[in-house]
């Protein structure tokens, strides 16, 4: 059974950081491509960055320049650096892994991040 674990939400001012970590049980994490989504109340999931297992990485438009993804295949671990935060940053942050050659998806189980004074 994999399951993937995310942490590091929190609350945060405007302007400031978080870096949440995902991690993925089980063997394979090099072959998924991994992602992080946000789910505002009342609006639908969105995609906010990923990372593929060859290192391709996107970002959505209205986090480009302030979130950082990364990963590391030796921990089974994504990250996403989050800087200068706003307050429609406010979401539940998912992390996603799509297991390439198997062609499953599993999601984590989301950790809140608030961005308020």
């Known amino acids: 059974q994999v399951q993937l674990v995310e942490s590091g939400g929190g609350l945060v001012q405007p302007g400031g950081s978080l870096r949440l970590s995902c991690v993925v049980s089980?063997?394979?994490?090099?072959?998924?491509?991994m992602g992080w989504y946000r789910q505002a109340p009342g609006k639908q999931r969105e995609l906010v960055a990923r990372?593929?297992?060859?290192?391709?990485?996107n970002y959505a438009d209205s986090v480009k320049g302030r979130f950082t993804i990364s990963r590391d295949n030796a921990k089974n671990t994504v990250y996403l650096q989050m800087n200068s935060l706003k307050p429609e940053d406010t979401a539940v942050y998912y992390c996603?892994?799509?297991?390439?050659?198997?062609?499953?998806?599993?999601w984590g189980q989301g950790t809140q991040v608030t961005v308020s004074s």
């Open positions: 089980g063997s394979g994490f090099s072959f998924y491509d």
């Open positions: 996603n892994g799509i297991a390439v050659l198997i062609h499953k998806n599993y």
């Open positions: 990372i593929s297992t060859g290192g391709s990485i």
